[in-house]
T-cell receptor, first 115, second 110 residues
Framework: GAGVSQSPSNKVTEKGKDVELRCDPI?????LYWYRQSLGQGLEFLIY????????KSGLPSDRFSAERTGGSVSTLTIQRTQQEDSAVYLC?????????????FGPGTRLTVL | KNEVEQSPQNLTAQEGEFITINCSYS?????LHWLQQHPGGGIVSLFM???GKKKHGRLIATINIQEKHSSLHITASHPRDSAVYIC????????????FGQGTRLTINP
């Protein structure tokens, strides 16, 4: 019955390191989004998963970013060789059914700081 | 020019006032979302609409597809309504991405 959860809530890393962010969607939700919100900026779409379909990766800013969703549930966003401009809050949202017909349930976000 | 423009960027009002936040977009859409982001950062989905009007408590959202414009209204505003309100649209070209406005920071003073 819990909402969307994300871990860690905060992550501080050094430039050049890899990081992995996790999203646990609401059970039974078939669609999942990752977004990014840089300091003082608006939300930015990163990637969308719907069931077993190929994900829409059109928002990923570079090939250092990748995401997967295992078993149609938990998703991980991986950033390789982190850069300072990757510092942001990374948000995940899950949707029951088709994204075009349903509202989104957001997680609390992971605040990533790259030193 | 951004695909989604919100106005005003900042709004300060007194408790009890009627609030209107506007969102204009330049693309054909399949749906428009209004989101609320509280000072702690949590985001809540308020409305998703593709036509007409929706109401939830003191919140009302309207959309005019022909004019590519949506408004979010808050009646009898309260300090707890203080938050950033974000408009987002999904294109009708089949892509699933949402395009977000920059948000409107609302402050309601007691």
């Amino acid at each position: 019955g819990a909402g969307v959860s994300q871990s860690p809530s905060n992550k501080v890393t050094e430039k050049g390191k890899d990081v992995e962010l996790r999203c646990d969607p609401i059970s039974g939700h078939t669609a999942l989004y990752w977004y990014r919100q840089s300091l003082g900026q608006g939300l930015e779409f990163l990637i969308y998963f719907q069931g077993n379909s190929a994900p829409d990766k059109s928002g990923l800013p570079s090939d250092r970013f990748s995401a997967e969703r295992t078993g149609g549930s938990v998703s991980t966003l991986t950033i390789q060789r982190t850069q300072q401009e990757d510092s942001a809050v990374y948000l995940c949202a899950s949707i029951p059914g088709l994204a075009g017909h349903n509202e989104q349930f957001f997680g609390p976000g992971t605040r990533l700081t790259v030193l | 020019k951004n695909e989604v423009e919100q106005s005003p960027q900042n709004l300060t009002a007194q408790e009890g006032e009627f609030i209107t936040i506007n969102c204009s977009y330049s693309v054909g859409i399949s749906a428009l979302h209004w989101l609320q982001q509280h000072p702690g950062g949590g985001i809540v989905s308020l409305f998703m609409l593709s036509s007409g009007k929706k109401k939830h408590g003191r919140l009302i959202a309207t959309i005019n597809i022909q004019e590519k414009h949506s408004s979010l209204h808050i009646t009898a505003s309260h300090p707890r309504d203080s938050a950033v309100y974000i408009c987002a649209v999904r294109s009708n070209q089949g892509a699933q991405k949402l395009v977000f406005g920059q948000g409107t920071r609302l402050t309601i003073n007691p």
